[in-house]
Every structure is written in C-alpha cells, then in structure tokens.
C-alpha cells in the first residue's frame, strides 16, 4: 500500500503558490474469500461487494470439489484444496492493481482452516477466520470426506490443544499480521474449543480482534445473523485498510518534513521555512 505526494503549484493571478498533493496510488488491497467445505465462491460475493465499496479488489472462487468439479467431492483433499487457494492467491496478486503487500484472506469453516495454513506458504496482512475448522495432521493426503468420518474428531474438537501439536495453530503462532476471529453462539460442528484454540494460537499476531455473533449457527442460517457477521467483517476491513493507508500517509508528512528541514541546513541564510 502506498501514498503519492507531490509538490505542485497553484496559480493565483500573476503568482504561483506551493501546495502538496496526497492522493493514494493505483494499487488496493486485495480480498481474497474462501468457502467452507459444502459451500460456494455465493456465499461471499455480499460481502465481496461490500469490500470493493471501501476500495479493495476481490476475489471469490469454488475449490474442487465443489460447483463446476463437483465430480471431485469424494476423492479431493486438503493438500489439494490448499493448493487451489494458492493458485487462488497467486491469480488476484498478479492483478495489476492489486498491492501484494496489502491482501486480506477471509476463510470460513474448513476455508479458515485453509487459510491460516495459506498463512505460512504467502504474505497475509489482514486475516479474518469465521468459525474455523479445526482438523488433525494425519491423513493430509487423504480424502477431506474421510477425516469427516473419524470418530474421533468430535473429542478432538472438544479438547485444548496446544498449538505446537497441530499445523493449522503452528501458523497461527507465527503469524504477525492482523487476524480477526468470529465465532457463531450455537455452532454444531465447530465447538467453542477450537475458536479458544485459534485464539490462544494468535499470541504475536499484530492484533487480534475476537467476535461472537449471538444466536447464530455454523452456517449463520439466518438473515440476522449473515447481516451481524457481514457488519463485523466490514467494519474490520475498513479499520485495517484506512488505518494503513493513514500510516503511510503520516510517513509520507513525515519524509516530507524532513526534506524541508534538510533544506534549511542546507541554506542558513535564506529564510526559515515554516513547519508543516
């Protein structure tokens, strides 16, 4: 992300006037959604269309096994999902007006799973997770509709675990960008230990914002709920887009301000300019 100044001058009858212009540069942020297992790049275009009115550029897509490779349910794992998302986040960096240096990743369920672990193999600024998948490591070439069949994972999910004992919370502990976690009041299939897991994982991200959404199930069935969680995520977009952008701009004054204290070393005896 960046921020343009320039020095210009303004005519004002027979005399010219200085003035400095900041305007933001050609390139935005990016968003980058991923769905959940089951699910559809549908379920985030609202919220894609939401993120390009603060002024990012987004992308929603279906990982195998899903809409068009549907044929896929049954046999695509997560090593593969994971690399759809890769390519997914490859394809919206090399836009031309995207900054790569200013991507959000927005996953939700089995999506959040996937993108905390996008988070170790691509730069992520901004990360936002909707009640996260948990799963366990083995297996990671296997089918993703067999780890759904293990008995065990109902307990696994119940259970603290610490994050040096699952790969998906290893990248959450070495992630030192923005993350945001929501969690659903009455979700049926990730219960309120994992999001505690993901949580206490988070411990050197830049911050951590950490919301609930009363009344909502896993898949925030109903229109009150989509309405609170789209509002959540917004509002946290925004912060962290406009707050970087304010950053850069005040590094920017400050180069600037600089410059002109250089100036006047540089010619003691010509008058002082004023500070900005």
């Known amino acids: 992300m960046n921020v343009r100044l320039e020095t210009v001058d303004i005519r004002v009858e027979d005399e010219l006037v200085g003035a400095t212009l900041l305007s933001p540069a050609d390139s935005l942020p990016g968003v980058l959604f991923v769905h959940g297992w089951g699910g559809s790049q549908e379920h985030d275009l609202v919220r894609a269309k939401e993120a390009v009115g603060i002024g990012c550029e987004c992308?929603?897509?279906?990982?195998?096994?899903?809409?068009r490779t549907a044929s896929q349910w049954e046999t695509v794992s997560r090593e593969q999902n994971l690399a759809d998302l890769v390519a997914a986040y490859d394809w919206l960096v090399?836009?031309?007006?995207?900054?790569?240096?200013?991507?959000?990743?927005?996953?939700?369920?089995?999506?959040?799973?996937?993108?905390?672990?996008?988070?170790t193999l691509r730069p992520v600024r901004w990360l936002a997770l909707r009640s996260p998948a948990l799963y366990k490591d083995e297996g990671w070439t296997w089918p993703k509709r067999r780890l759904n069949a293990d008995p065990g994972l109902s307990d696994y999910r119940r259970s603290r675990i610490l994050w040096q004992d699952n790969r998906a919370l290893r990248a959450c502990a070495a992630y030192r960008g923005d993350a945001l976690v929501v969690e659903a009041e009455h979700d049926e299939i990730v219960p309120p230990m994992v999001v505690a897991n993901y949580v206490?994982?988070?411990?050197?991200?830049?911050?951590?914002?950490?919301?609930?959404?009363?009344?909502?199930?896993?898949?925030?069935?109903?229109?009150?709920?989509?309405?609170?969680?789209?509002?959540?995520?917004?509002?946290?977009?925004?912060?962290?887009?406009?707050?970087?952008?304010?950053?850069?701009?005040?590094?920017?004054?400050?180069?600037?301000?600089e410059e002109l204290r250089s100036a006047d070393r540089a010619a003691p005896g010509e008058r002082q300019r004023p500070h900005l």
């Not at 929603?60 to 096994?65: E, N, P």
């Not at 007006?97 to 959000?104: E, G, H, L, M, N």
């Not at 009344?215 to 009150?224: L, R």
């Open 59 to 67: 992308l929603t897509f279906d990982l195998r096994g899903h809409e």
């Open 94 to 119: 090399g836009r031309p007006q995207v900054d790569p240096a200013s991507i959000a990743v927005v996953g939700i369920s089995y999506g959040g799973y996937l993108a905390a672990l996008l988070t």
């Open 200 to 257: 206490r994982a988070f411990g050197k991200a830049r911050s951590l914002t950490k919301r609930a959404i009363a009344g909502a199930d896993h898949g925030f069935s109903s229109k009150q709920a989509q309405k609170e969680y789209t509002a959540v995520l917004i509002t946290w977009l925004h912060e962290m887009v406009v707050g970087a952008r304010a950053q850069v701009a005040q590094a920017k004054m400050s180069e600037r301000k």
